[in-house]
């Protein structure tokens, strides 16, 4: 889509899309289980030209939840919309749901199963999905998706789709999605520290993201971020053993990476 002259905007709702529909992802279908065997979804997208944002809280219906969050930025003047209110709000504006059973998985079942046993989570299966892009107009946008955490409460929400948070874009700065233990990311609005990071103590992409990503690993919270500034530079840094993670740049060549360094390209 970028190759062709597409939309940063357009690129990472596809992308994220494609995510959601796959159920090996926590996101869309495949989500995680609550406590309570059911599923909740969070969703956000933000566009770096204006800072118009959209979000989705604690759904299960549409069969995309960062659609939802797209409807909500281009045909609400919220930013951000939860449960019950969110479905209706879809319904009227068209965005496709799913048939009943569509997102459970029985992997997902037994996650729910070994966590009720065991107590214990592990940030890197749960991973939230995400996408962040920089079009040939210097554009940027930035899109996160996620079920959530396995045997969460019920009602709980995320970083995902707090803006500054999990999510975040801004033309003058980057463009940030976040994955990992979302209480610490909405607790120290680490999308949102990057960007400022970059604007105020003149950092580059790469200080501030590892800076942010450290910060939180010495105050106990896991996760990592992907990141484009305006210049294109990218940096993907991770505080737990593993991040799925990719990127494509003008050349074509695609870079997907599990269990290695975090990397930058300038």
């Known amino acids: 889509m970028l190759a062709a002259g597409g939309s940063a905007l357009d690129a990472v709702i596809r992308a994220v899309v494609a995510l959601e529909d796959d159920p090996l992802f926590n996101a869309g279908r495949g989500s995680v289980l609550t406590i309570a065997g059911t599923q909740e979804m969070d969703a956000a997208v933000m566009d770096g030209r204006d800072h118009r944002a959209g979000a989705v809280a604690g759904i299960c219906g549409p069969r995309n939840p960062i659609l939802a969050a797209r409807a909500v930025m281009e045909h609400s003047d919220h930013v951000l919309v939860i449960g ?32 009720r046993e065991k107590r214990q989570r592990d940030a890197a299966v749960e991973a939230t999905v995400g996408a962040v892009a920089r079009d040939r107009d210097g554009n940027l946008a930035a899109a996160t998706s996620t079920g959530g955490m396995t045997g969460k409460t019920p009602g709980r929400v995320g970083d995902s789709p707090i803006i500054g948070a999990g999510t975040y874009a801004d033309n003058a700065t980057c463009a940030v999605s976040a994955t990992g233990h979302g209480e610490f990311f909405m607790r120290y609005g680490s999308a949102f520290e990057i ?6 103590a003149g950092q580059s992409l790469r200080q501030a993201a590892d800076a942010v990503i450290a910060a939180l690993a ?9 990141a484009v500034n305006r210049s294109g530079g990218l940096a993907l840094p991770f505080n737990t053993s593993g991040m799925y993670r990719g990127f494509v740049r003008a050349g074509g060549a695609i870079y997907t990476a599990i269990w290695d360094e975090p990397y930058l390209l300038t």
Do not use: K
Request: glycine residues 14%; aromatic residues 8%; charged residues 30%.
């Open 195 to 200: 960007a400022a990071r970059l604007r105020h």
């Open 84 to 115: 019950d209110g969110a479905l209706a709000f879809c319904r009227e504006h068209g965005v496709t749901f799913a048939m009943p059973g569509y997102f459970a998985t029985e992997e997902r079942a037994r996650e729910l199963r070994e966590a």
């Open 218 to 226: 010495e105050l106990g919270g896991r996760g990592g971020v992907v």
